[in-house]
């Protein structure tokens, strides 16, 4: 009786460790986010701790200047395409992967993920090389390329997920009743593949956004996205725009997060 | 009717499939029994066209499909898995085939509605795969292979994922649309009581080769080798000789010496290969072998009873599956004669 007493209070006094770490780490994920979004709401000049100007000041400032609309611009230019073409280059690869008879498909597999498992900072050198030499700094396409490039793992392993859940004989059942082998592709695997290719859209498009290192290096005049923009804006001075602009990225990603959360849980069978 | 000559797969060096030679006559069920990996699925991927073969001839009523891609061999197939396509209806998983071959959309609905009425299943055109049972879908599934009015329909062991109740049901329907529907078909199992009761005709398959092909009545009572003989009867077998004498067969085993009439038998050292039914406690006279055991274990079975016993200085198992009211009184640890019924066994090549 007494043994299992204090087993007892030992195991409050673990869960009530573990609840104190817990919340911790839940406030150490947010609270930057939370602070950013509290400053957005201030009128400082500085970055004062706390703040003292309440006001909407800033996303005044970030809704009629045009370099901070322009930033918010390129972004959609460039992340939108480059979000389409990862999809493109993503869905043949998978589907090759998966339920092709290839040799070395491991180490096929293992380059698609290359961009993911590489330092960002080193793989951008080396791009930047690479651009230098081709002209291609600054380039619009060239950016494009190197943003799909960077969001292809994410968006290969979501595709690949989604096939692996797929009996593969369907297309051969399909092929069985008379459709040919694309015939067959098309009516079956791509058409159940939708779902998957528009979480893996919405997550290269994420990807691209939320990219500043290769940005930071590639980007010239007008390829400067939001993430450059505020890297640039903290960079030279500190603008308090970049607080705003912060807080309106922060928040639009998280909804997109959110619906390709949404997307892939209807979607999935039961 | 399907013909296969020579057919052959081999990935690399490994053969799956070793010069298949066997003939599934129009109407006929065949059903291809192999443990795991004797090559059975492989086969009936060779045939369906989704693997292509390495060498040898197909000839489905006459024509060579050999080289014909799978959407032209026009042969209906059924998975374990039910294969439906989870994005359309009954009615768009039925109706797929008829659309390929452009069908009237008046001839469809009118085949898709007596398809179903096949399967019986009428009204469930409108609901998705998800919504229904997994005997259901592989009804939906067989509907789907032969409504475009294939000659041949292959099955790869179209039962296995389903229950045991569900399955002896599924058994009779499968019965019934065959005999209704009258296609050839090549089943694909590693259950025998499936082949014993759905075949005309079964091909025991062994390391891709075909080892027998006959009917399951011959090939259990009178087994060409020795894997037949266990694979497929299950039967024990035991080291014995055999000499022909006065039109009959001499045959010594276990200790023992009677005589059986087994045409066309081999001689010389063989194995008799026996059901655990054939072997019974001796009341008084034996009519084959007399085999003195100890009866090492008594299991109850409900219907009957089996008695695992051990005979002579070797210690040869012996299993005997006698009717339980027989079985009484007999108890673990206590000695009695077993009788090794001849003319129920049969003699293999050792």
């Known amino acids: ?39 957005s709401f201030y009128e400082d000049v500085f970055i ?23 930033a918010i611009w390129v972004s959609f230019l460039i992340c939108i395409p480059a979000a389409l073409l990862t999809v493109l280059l993503v869905v043949p690869a998978a589907i090759a992967l998966e339920r092709a008879k290839i040799r070395n498909r491991d180490a096929l597999e293992f380059t698609a993920l290359i961009p993911m498992l590489i330092p960002t900072t080193a793989y951008a050198v080396g791009v930047y090389i690479i651009y230098l030499e081709a002209g291609l700094v600054g380039n619009y396409w060239g950016i494009i390329f190197t943003e ?53 859209t919405l997550f290269a498009f994420i990807h691209a956004f939320n990219d500043a290192t290769f940005i930071v290096f590639l980007a010239g005049p007008g390829t400067a996205t939001v993430a450059k923009t505020i890297f640039d804006a903290l960079a030279y001075a500190i603008e308090p725009e970049v607080a705003a602009l912060s807080g309106v990225f922060m928040l639009f990603v998280m909804l997109l997060v959110v619906i390709g959360q949404v997307v892939r849980r209807k979607t999935q069978p039961r | 009717m399907l013909e296969l000559i020579g057919v052959t797969k081999k990935y690399g060096e490994v053969a799956a499939v070793q010069s298949c030679t066997l003939t599934v006559n129009t109407g006929e069920f065949v059903t291809l029994l192999g443990p795991s990996g004797s090559g059975k699925s492989t086969l009936l991927s060779l045939i369906a066209g989704f693997t292509p073969l390495t060498e040898g001839t197909m000839l489905l009523d006459g024509r060579d499909i050999s080289r014909v891609s799978a959407a032209e061999r026009g042969i209906g197939v059924v998975f374990q898995n039910y294969a439906l396509f989870p994005h359309m209806t009954i009615f768009e998983n039925v109706a797929y085939g008829l659309h390929r071959r452009r069908w009237t959309t008046d001839r469809i609905r009118q085949r898709v509605e007596e398809m179903l009425e096949l399967i019986g299943l009428p009204q469930i055109a409108k609901r998705r795969p998800d919504q229904l049972s997994g005997g259901q879908q592989q009804r939906v599934a067989l509907a789907r292979a032969l409504a475009f009015q294939p000659s041949l329909l292959l099955m790869d062991e179209p039962l296995g994922a389903l229950d045991r109740e569900i399955r002896d049901q599924m058994q009779q329907e499968i019965r019934r649309i065959h005999r ?33 092909y006959d009917t399951a009545h011959t090939l259990y009572t009178r087994p060409a080798n020795r894997f037949v003989a266990s694979f497929f009867g299950a039967h024990q077998l035991f080291p014995a000789k055999a000499k022909a004498r006065d039109g009959a067969l001499e045959v010594s085993a276990l200790d023992t010496t009677a005589r059986m009439t087994a045409p066309g038998t081999p001689d010389g050292d063989v194995l008799l290969a026996i059901g655990a039914r054939d072997i019974m406690p001796a009341n008084g006279a034996a009519s084959g072998l007399s085999v003195p055991v100890r009866i090492d274990d008594v299991v109850y079975m409900g219907d009957t009873t089996r008695l695992i016993c051990r005979h002579g200085p070797s210690s040869t198992r012996i299993i005997s599956e006698v009717d339980s009211q027989l079985a009484q009184g007999l108890s673990i640890g206590s000695d009695t004669v077993l009788d090794v019924r001849l003319e129920r066994a049969a003699l293999v090549a050792a």
């Open chain 1, 1 to 39: 009786m007494t043994e299992q007493l204090t087993k007892n209070r030992w195991d409050t006094v673990g869960q009530a460790t573990f609840r104190v770490i817990q919340i911790l780490a839940i406030i150490f994920c947010i609270a930057p986010a939370l602070i950013v979004l509290l400053y």
């Open chain 1, 48 to 70: 004062n701790f706390p703040p003292v100007r309440p006001g909407l000041g800033l996303y005044e400032n970030l809704f009629t200047q045009k370099r901070w609309l322009d």
């Open chain 2, 180 to 212: 209704e529907a009258r296609p050839s078909v090549v089943y694909v199992t590693h259950n025998r009581e499936e082949a014993f009761a759905l075949s005309d005709r079964v091909a025991i398959l062994e390391s891709g080769q075909v080892r027998a």
């Open chain 1, 148 to 200: 799909s490039i960077v969001a292809a793992p994410a968006s290969f392993l979501i595709v690949r997920a989604a096939l692996r859940r797929l009996p593969h004989n369907l297309d051969q059942v399909a092929m069985s009743l008379g459709a040919s082998r694309l015939k067959a592709l098309l009516d079956v695997t791509v058409r159940l593949l939708i779902p998957a290719m528009a979480v893996s």
